[in-house]
């Protein structure tokens, strides 16, 4: 026998929970504000009726922007990504700490650059969109470029003449808090060419993997290629630490040679 | 907690005790809608940013909401010159 029950709609019943709190408070809040006001004559309780239509909005906008994709299956993408990263470069055998490049120098999106030697001098020129890149004159001056998952959220800033520690905080902190949700918020200071990044509440699990030596964790990733990407100069990751709740990442900002 | 539990949570605590403390009191209805858009207004900037959809709607909610206090506040101007409403 066959089994005719038709599959449930996941999509639209998502749709559905979603709205179902802003709604009903909605219908709640007008309900008690106009029985209040109208046949009770009672102040507070109208006061209360206005409160839950305000509150009704609030839901609303906090239920709009919830992502679309599930938080685990994009925990899984990451994964997969960084694990596929790690295999190449373990493969290859780089040890070096990546470069994170502003898309002014790679032409295309900010990325992080993985050099052959330890000493890395970088020119004028924009980098060829190639996986295995040539950066100087040198014969050893090779380098892997790969997109980070700082790469995808890099592009959210752009690059800013004179910009201040300030400026950089605002910025992590509306990537990081505002259009990611990666984390509750972030501090910046800035000494000469080391930046300290604290990053309050991140909300990414810290798996211990092979790859992070040389280009940080995510959390560290993303802050790198927005730093890189708003100061529109070569930065790279020379300490991370978790204490407290709190990622600090200490950046070191690159210069370039004309 | 996130940023939005915690958002939510503030607000709906603050005006839970704002409904409580000027139902003591006994105010009329305008004070408490002026009381309730100053702590939104508080409230949404102090777990500011949220996501690019959420930050317009609470735009959204935010104009609405300062046009309702503007309106308060130009009825009470209009009751203190003495014109009749």
Known sequence: MSDKRQPKNSHATALTDKYTLPTSLTAIGITLTALAYIILHSTPLSALGISTVIIAAVTYAIAKGQPKIPPQASDILLQTSIENISALVEEIGLKSKAIYLPASITGDKPKALIPLSQEVKLDKKILPKRLIVKYGTNPEDLGLLVITPGSAVGEMVEAKQDCSAGDIETAVTQV??????????????????????????????????????????????????????????????????FAKGKNTVDLQVLERKS | MRTHDRYMLSLTATYAATTLALAVYGTTLDLYLSVFIVEYFVITLLHSPFNAKTQRITNVIGFVLFGVFLLIVALRVLQILGVPI
């Open chain 1, 176 to 241: 990081l808090a505002g259009n990611t949700g990666l984390a509750d918020g972030a501090k910046a200071s800035m000494n000469n060419n080391r930046l300290l990044i604290e990053i309050a509440g991140p909300h990414l699990e810290n798996r211990s993997m092979w790859i992070y030596e040389s280009i940080g964790t995510p959390i560290a990733s993303i802050v790198a290629s927005i730093v890189a990407q708003i100061l529109d100069k070569p930065v790279t990751i020379s300490r991370e630490t």
